[in-house]
């Protein structure tokens, strides 16, 4: 069993996807071992995303995060990171195959791609640690 993060960006929040993207990754397997909804502070985005500080596209990024409230949720399952980065679908909304939450839910940029899943089991183990102390994942 392994375990990924998700976030539900803020596009989605105020699009109200909240629901129908939970119910996507429930009906895939995929269980809620912990869930929040949080406004990140900008210092909070850019410690989130400190991979990317540098990158031509880092302000823009930590600003759509900072918009509006998103829901943060640690997932739990066979494969979770690999089988929900395949729910979510490619970076950008435009290339990600039909059906995926991408291709359903972002937006027209490809920083507005409606949700956010772990790359790694190291990038899930920190993500995962940054927004849930231990005993806030079930
Ligand atoms: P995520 O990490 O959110 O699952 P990802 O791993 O597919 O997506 P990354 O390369 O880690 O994409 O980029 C993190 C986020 O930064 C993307 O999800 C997207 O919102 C934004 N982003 C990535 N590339 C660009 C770009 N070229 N221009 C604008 N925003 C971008
Ligand atoms: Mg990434």
Known sequence: IERT??????NAVINHNIGQIINRLETAGLQVAGLKMVH?????????????????????????MTSAPVVVIALQGENAI?????IMGA???????????????GGEIVTY????GSDSPESAAREIAYFFPDTQVY
């Open 5 to 10: 993060l998700s976030i539900i960006k803020p």
């Open 40 to 64: 990140l502070s900008k210092e909070q985005a850019e410690g989130f995303y400190e991979e990317h500080r540098g990158k031509v596209f880092f302000e823009i990024l930590v600003d759509f």
């Open 82 to 86: 690999n089988a929900y980065r395949e």
């Open 91 to 105: 970076t950008d909304p435009a290339a990600a195959a039909r059906g995926t939450l991408r291709a359903d839910f």
């Open 113 to 116: 791609n409606a949700v956010h």
